[in-house]
């Protein structure tokens, strides 16, 4: 379980950090994702229900994955020490001198459904209650490597949309949720 939570925090921090860099800098793009959230969640608290209506911000996060990998992926070249000796991956894919190769970590595979939830919540969220906008609007990015590949030294300013008010973030992001939308757990404690 350790593994699953330090590993993914990386990967979705370094997913969000490219989307928002690549979201400001596409204003029509921006502008999209703000209209579907507003369409749908309004100024209302966020669900799990409203994930299925939230299609434009999924494929947001798809592109930024597709543009700029956090983790995964990475080109191997095969030196050219012998050329008459093959090398041969997984019995399956020979791998000839001076060839480049792309090798996925097929174990990343298994936070993704998790990692994709959160970060489309977080997204929503974020962009329900706040406008962006670089600190340096003439910021090219870079990309720096922790555990996880992510965008260098980049800053945004966060302000609040005109519909939210400071009283209203603190009850939206910090209130309990209602009862009758919570699910019954048991009680360790008794008996």
């Known amino acids: 379980m350790i593994t699953f939570l330090i590993a993914g925090h990386e990967t979705t921090s370094g997913l969000l950090s490219f989307l928002f860099v690549m979201l400001i800098q596409h204003p029509e793009a921006y502008a999209k994702l703000h209209a579907e959230i507003d369409s749908v969640l309004g100024t209302g608290p966020i669900t799990v229900d409203h994930l ?15 543009l700029e990998p956090p983790s995964g992926v990475w080109t191997v070249t095969r030196m050219k020490s012998d050329p008459k000796a093959p090398v041969v991956l997984e019995q399956k894919w020979e791998f000839k001198n001076g060839q480049t190769m792309v090798i996925v970590n097929r174990k990343l595979q298994r936070g993704r459904a998790f990692a994709l939830q959160e970060a489309t919540l977080a997204i929503a969220l974020l962009f329900q209650k706040f406008d962006f906008e670089l600190v340096d609007p003439n910021y090219k990015l870079s990309v720096k490597q922790n555990l996880a590949l992510k965008p260098e030294e980049y800053l945004i300013y966060a302000k609040l949309r005109p519909h939210v008010d400071i009283m209203s973030l603190q009850r939206d992001l910090f209130s309990e949720v209602p009862k009758s939308t919570q699910k019954a757990s048991p009680d360790y404690r008794s008996g």
């Open 52 to 66: 299925k209506d939230l299609s434009y911000t999924k494929a947001c996060l798809w592109e930024a994955l597709r």
